[in-house]
């Protein structure tokens, strides 16, 4: 026998929440995070709740070309970016941007021949030790992706690890900000813990994830 468990999502909170996420940061780019099918709620059940943001971030290739052809316009950004040569025709064809988080990425966008340039996020290793550059090769980094044809535009990005913590925000920022000091680039670098506190923050972009399903 199963249990009789029903979960009710309710698009309006959800909107509301995304709403929320605006008024935290006015005037910043909104990626809502839709990755592991929109944290179990149905992408493609939330996106009229998420209408209002200016595109939507996700770890899955195969998710992103699903909304590409069911029509989605927005950007749509890969969070890992691409795992093997052969994806960058898809991402290309899909104009769906990239984030880069390690050298390797950019030797292959440095060799690859693409029908149409992409948007690429430079994420920058900031404590986290999951994905990212290492402060010191930032710069070298940055220069190698501006010279690239593969490329059309260029941001620098980072993830906290602790910024739901008192002491979570100082010391990555400014590793962030020494790695990245001097570079023209548009910057994003809230998650949804960082955009409740997004006046300590700054940036030009935020990616809220949980925070729109009504975690705290």
């Given at each position: 026998?199963?249990?009789?468990?029903?979960?009710?999502?309710?698009?309006?909170?959800?909107?509301?929440?995304?709403?929320?996420?605006?008024?935290?940061?006015?005037?910043?780019?909104?990626?809502?995070?839709?990755?592991?099918?929109?944290?179990?709620?149905?992408?493609?059940?939330?996106?009229?709740?998420?209408?209002?943001?200016?595109?939507?971030?996700?770890?899955?290739?195969?998710?992103?070309?699903?909304?590409?052809?069911?029509?989605?316009?927005?950007?749509?950004?890969?969070?890992?970016?691409?795992?093997e040569l052969r994806e960058l025709d898809d991402i290309a064809a899909h104009s769906l941007a990239v984030v880069v988080h390690a050298?390797?990425?950019?030797?292959?966008?440095?060799?690859?021949?693409?029908?149409?340039?992409?948007?690429?996020?430079?994420?920058?290793?900031?404590?986290?030790?999951?994905?990212?550059?290492?402060?010191?090769?930032?710069?070298?980094?940055?220069e190698r992706l501006s010279r690239a044809s593969a490329v059309a535009s260029l941001r620098l990005m980072m993830h906290f690890a602790r910024s739901d913590a008192e002491d979570g925000l100082a010391e990555p920022l400014a590793r962030f900000a020494s790695?990245?000091?001097?570079?023209?680039?548009?910057?994003?670098?809230?998650?949804?813990?960082?955009?409740?506190?997004?006046?300590?923050?700054?940036?030009?972009?935020?990616?809220?994830?949980?925070?729109?399903?009504?975690?705290?």
């Open positions: 026998m199963s249990r009789p468990l029903v979960a009710h999502i309710d698009l309006e909170a959800l909107a509301a929440n995304l709403a929320r996420v605006r008024a935290l940061a006015p005037g910043a780019e909104v990626l809502a995070v839709v990755k592991a099918n929109a944290y179990g709620h149905g992408v493609t059940r939330v996106l009229p709740a998420l209408a209002t943001a200016d595109g939507l971030a996700l770890i899955e290739l195969d998710v992103a070309l699903h909304l590409r052809e069911h029509g989605y316009p927005r950007p749509i950004l890969l969070l890992e970016g691409f795992f050298a390797e990425q950019v030797r292959v966008l440095e060799q690859a021949k693409l029908a149409r340039p992409l948007d690429v996020y430079l994420k920058v290793n900031t404590g986290m030790n999951r994905l990212g550059i290492a402060p010191g090769d930032v710069r070298a980094m940055s790695a990245c000091a001097g570079l023209p680039y548009p910057r994003s670098l809230a998650n949804s813990a960082g955009v409740v506190r997004y006046r300590e923050i700054g940036g030009d972009g935020v990616r809220p994830g949980i925070m729109l399903y009504g975690a705290t």
